[in-house]
């Protein structure tokens, strides 16, 4: 295993040297890059993979956040169970129908939601993601609004960018880009809610795993968006620390009630494209097949024309350089 970690530590560089070429070729941005960012998103990767997985205080800190993850979505559970009954009851357990997705995945969503809504209205996370965001700003030398977005996809999902509303009207394309690129790098809270409780059970310690990836993620993103569309303006909140843009509810059972509406919209929303997704995928699957067999048979190959054997092909050497084994890959 520590010959695939010696790759995916060259890989990184791959992908810096791959970022750049799209902003080059793509783009035909000529700028040089900005390698004191791009020297700290990559040192604070490094900095914090070395807490994560190899000071002790760093793997035994997220060892409990990972079982704390776990209990907490335990009692996820007993609201679906009481408004869904036996469906929602997981299998293993009395009276349960099987695994439903539907009643026993998708109600995490909506519990997460309201929780993370719970440490807003207290202020527990604008204070550590306001922490965060004046490490970026300050080490990376970044605008305010676009560190503070960037510290916010830790924690959330790609609601962040309301986190600097005030700000987004002047922002430049470099800072655009940003906040697109972190927003699709990160997963948000409620989603990793969802990938818990549906992994949980092949993968004890996956909540650490996704969690650990966030802040992985973060300045990983910014080295990427910063690669692909440097800075050539002045951001209006460059190095300055910004306020968190959020709507604080009166009380606490109106940020509960209102963030529980905002999972079901997330849930209904999730559904509708599983269901839209899956079907046209399956279209297109059928289609390739037909085509593929005939070509297969020109060929004398064996291809997989699946839409999901053609990316696998596609995004193959990239799965490699990033340390995933051969076999795996």
């Known amino acids: 295993m520590e010959v695939y970690n010696i790759v995916s530590f060259a890989g990184m560089f791959i992908l810096v040297c791959f970022a750049w070429l799209i902003s080059r070729v793509l783009f035909n941005n000529r700028q040089a890059p900005n390698w004191h960012l791009i020297g700290w998103g990559i040192g604070l990767q490094v900095l914090f993979a070395l807490f994560i997985f190899v000071v002790p205080a760093g793997v035994a800190f997220f060892q409990a956040v990972n079982d704390l993850a776990v209990l907490v979505l335990s009692t996820a559970g007993d609201g679906a169970r009481f408004v869904f009954g036996s469906l929602a009851a997981p299998p293993g357990t009395e009276g349960s129908l099987g695994f439903i997705l539907a009643f026993q995945a998708f109600p995490t969503i909506i519990f997460f939601s309201s929780l993370v809504a719970i440490l807003y209205y207290y202020n527990v996370l604008p204070f550590i993601i306001r922490q965060f965001a004046k490490v970026f700003t300050k080490l990376m ?117 209102n963030s529980a509406a905002a999972g079901l919209k997330v849930v209904f929303s999730i559904v509708a494209l599983l269901i839209a997704v899956l079907g046209i995928v399956a279209l297109i699957d059928m289609m390739l097949g037909g085509m593929g067999a005939h070509i297969n048979q020109w060929l004398g190959a064996n291809i997989d024309w699946s839409l999901r054997g053609l990316l696998g092909y596609l995004f193959y050497p990239f799965t490699l350089i990033i340390g995933v084994p051969i076999e795996d890959a």
Do not use: W
């Not at 560190?147 to 922002?171: D, H, Q, R, W």
């Not at 809610?193 to 909540?207: C, E, G, K």
């Open 141 to 257: 030398r970044i605008s305010g609004a676009e560190s503070l977005c960037a510290a916010s996809n830790i924690f959330v999902g790609v609601e962040s960018a309301f986190t600097v509303k005030p700000y987004i009207e002047a922002m430049t394309r470099s800072e655009l880009c940003t906040i697109l690129t972190a927003g699709m790098a990160t997963v948000a809270s409620n989603v990793l809610a969802f990938y818990v409780f549906t992994l949980h059970s092949n993968f004890p310690s996956i909540a650490g795993h996704l969690i650990s990836a966030s802040f992985l993620s973060a300045p990983a993103a910014l080295v990427m968006a910063k690669l692909i569309f440097p800075e050539t303006g002045t951001p209006q909140t460059l190095g300055q620390v910004v306020d968190i843009h959020y709507e604080k509810e009166s009380s606490l059972f109106e940020a509960i009630i």
